[in-house]
């Protein structure tokens, strides 16, 4: 090439190059990443949507590619993005919402890095009132119990009973404590009843049991003695609380006191129960209690009987049993001196009540205890009836009036290793923590606190 021509071509590229920048058009309408004039629009602005679980659709179109997105993990967006000048339907599928309240989500949708657009999604609430208890156990006396509704709407109460009232009957949004009182049960038996609580629709039903006080003796038997626990205090005179160390017996982990404990008691008397609350302490000892009526006469013979309510939990050991009046324990050792277990039952075995008869020749040490289990449906957490009937030639014991053990003194034997209940014993009532048989398959702690509930002890004697 000569150096003339090849002097010309070059100065024709120079001169070409403003037209090749300008390939592409007027970068004002270029949705480049950053770029101001991006546009997005939506159809519809918003979404809204009940509280069940839904499928909701959103059109998008932008000038620009974009991408969706959100930080609501109750939210998921099929697809995530579109092409500029596309309507694309976005699917926005929503999770029941099981909450109390309303929820929000922002759809955010992004171009170049930046948020163009946010739509918003609100789902709304079931309106819901829920109270703390299912049911209501209360005693024979005028008594109160309480409950707390916990709501997200208006709410009110209502009874079939006349005999309950409740305070406040209405409430709304947030935690409400309900007062409930019912006069006193001057029938027979338990009388039972319903509490509706109502929230919009929502109807809720709370199941109210009231027992009776009134004192059914077994035929040729007379009231000698009883505690109905409708004193506010567990009576000194009648009863002797036990104070011992942990292992004292049976390697049971309890510390069993009559003082108070980090403001709580062992053993309270309130609403017409007693109740003996096994806890643990700040000290991280577990406290519980144990009491006994009368140990220093009892009683020779008799219909001794109980109801009961036993707690929940692996480690409770609850019991109700019996044992011999002043005992010179040098002569007359455990278990030579006899021992009556009413009943008992252990959290381990949930609702299987037992009965034991204990002696020097039959003993569970010697695994020649006579004794008997039953299954007894909602002994944990309900009131059922526990009963001895002890005469100079037997003993039975009963579940809600059905034979649970009897044994004999012509079938065990006339000896006092065989058979010593011949002279007077005591009822005991406690509730223990671990040990040989409470602790058989070990314990749970995060059962505690939990309550044994005695509505009462009688004793009756033949007339």
């Known amino acids: 090439?000569?150096?003339?021509?090849?002097?010309?071509?070059?100065?024709?590229?120079?001169?070409?190059?403003?037209?090749?920048?300008?390939?592409?058009?007027?970068s004002k309408d270029d949705p480049t990443p950053g770029n101001?004039?991006?546009?997005?629009?939506?159809?519809p602005?918003?979404?809204?949507?009940?509280?069940?679980?839904?499928?909701?659709?959103?059109?998008?179109?932008?000038?620009?590619?974009?991408?969706?997105?959100?930080?609501?993990?109750?939210?998921?967006?099929?697809?995530?993005?579109?092409?500029?000048?596309?309507?694309?339907?976005?699917?926005?599928?929503?999770?029941?919402n099981s909450a109390m309240d309303e929820r929000n989500a922002t759809l955010d949708i992004v171009s170049g890095?930046?948020?163009?657009?946010?739509?918003?999604?609100?789902?709304?609430?079931?309106?819901?009132?829920?109270?703390?208890?299912?049911s209501i156990t209360m005693g024979g006396q005028a008594s109160s119990a309480s409950?707390?509704?916990?709501?997200?709407?208006?709410?009110?109460?209502?009874?079939?009973?006349?005999?309950?009232?409740?305070?406040?009957?209405?409430?709304?949004?947030?935690?409400?404590?309900?007062?409930?009182?019912?006069?006193?049960?001057?029938?027979n038996s338990t009388r039972e009843a319903s509490i509706y609580l109502v929230c919009g629709d929502d109807k809720t039903e709370i199941k109210v049991a009231q027992l009776s006080d009134a004192v059914?003796?077994?035929?040729?038997?007379?009231?000698?003695?009883?505690?109905?626990?409708?004193?506010?205090?567990?009576?000194?005179?009648?009863?002797?609380?036990?104070?011992?160390?942990?292992?004292?017996v049976n390697n049971e982990l309890q510390t069993y006191t009559s003082k108070e404990v980090d403001g709580k008691r062992t053993l309270e008397v309130k609403d017409g129960f007693l109740y003996i609350n096994c806890?643990?302490?700040?000290?991280?000892?577990?406290?519980?209690?144990?009491?006994?009526?009368?140990?220093?006469?009892?009683?020779?013979?008799?219909?001794?009987?109980?109801?009961?309510?036993?707690?929940?939990?692996?480690?409770?050991?609850?019991?109700?049993?019996?044992?011999?009046?002043?005992?010179?324990?040098?002569?007359?050792?455990?278990?030579?001196?006899?021992?009556?277990?009413?009943?008992?039952?252990?959290?381990?075995?949930?609702?299987?009540?037992?009965?034991?008869?204990?002696?020097?020749?039959?003993?569970?040490?010697?695994?020649t205890q006579k004794t008997h289990e039953m299954y007894c449906a909602g002994a944990e957490g309900e009131f059922h009836v526990y009963a001895c009937e002890w005469t100079e030639e037997e003993i039975v014991t009963y579940v809600d009036g059905k034979v649970q053990l009897r044994a004999t003194k012509a079938s065990m034997g006339a000896d006092h290793d065989s058979w010593p209940f011949h002279y007077a014993f005591y009822p005991i009532l406690n509730l223990a923590w671990g040990g040989d048989w409470g602790g058989y398959k070990g314990v749970d702690e995060n059962a505690l606190p939990v309550s044994m509930i005695v509505d009462y002890v009688r004793i009756f004697q033949k007339k």
């Open 1 to 26: 090439m000569k150096k003339t021509n090849f002097i010309i071509w070059i100065f024709s590229i120079i001169a070409s190059f403003p037209l090749m920048a300008s390939c592409g058009g007027d």
């Open 216 to 248: 059914e003796a077994p035929e040729g038997y007379a009231l000698v003695w009883s505690d109905e626990f409708n004193a506010g205090l567990v009576p000194s005179s009648d009863w002797t609380i036990e104070n011992w160390a942990p292992g004292h």
């Open 279 to 367: 806890f643990k302490g700040n000290d991280g000892k577990i406290y519980s209690g144990r009491m006994n009526a009368r140990p220093n006469t009892g009683w020779l013979y008799g219909y001794f009987e109980a109801r009961i309510n036993l707690p929940k939990g692996k480690g409770t050991w609850p019991a109700f049993w019996m044992m011999p009046s002043n005992v010179d324990w040098n002569k007359n050792p455990w278990p030579y001196c006899g021992e009556i277990d009413i009943m008992e039952e252990v959290g381990a075995n949930p609702n299987y009540v037992s009965s034991s008869l204990h002696t020097g020749n039959y003993n569970h040490t010697k695994g």
């Open 113 to 134: 890095g930046k948020t163009i657009k946010s739509v918003t999604l609100r789902q709304g609430y079931v309106t819901k009132a829920t109270p703390s208890v299912k």
């Open 147 to 187: 409950f707390t509704v916990t709501a997200n709407a208006d709410w009110s109460l209502t009874s079939d009973a006349s005999w309950l009232s409740m305070t406040p009957a209405k409430g709304g949004k947030g935690d409400t404590v309900v007062e409930v009182k019912a006069s006193e049960n001057d029938q």
């Open 45 to 96: 602005d918003a979404l809204t949507t009940g509280p069940e679980a839904a499928v909701l659709e959103l059109t998008v179109r932008g000038n620009a590619d974009w991408a969706i997105r959100t930080d609501a993990d109750w939210v998921t967006l099929r697809p995530s993005g579109g092409v500029k000048d596309t309507d694309i339907k976005v699917q926005v599928s929503v999770k029941e």
């Open 36 to 43: 101001q004039n991006v546009t997005v629009t939506t159809t």
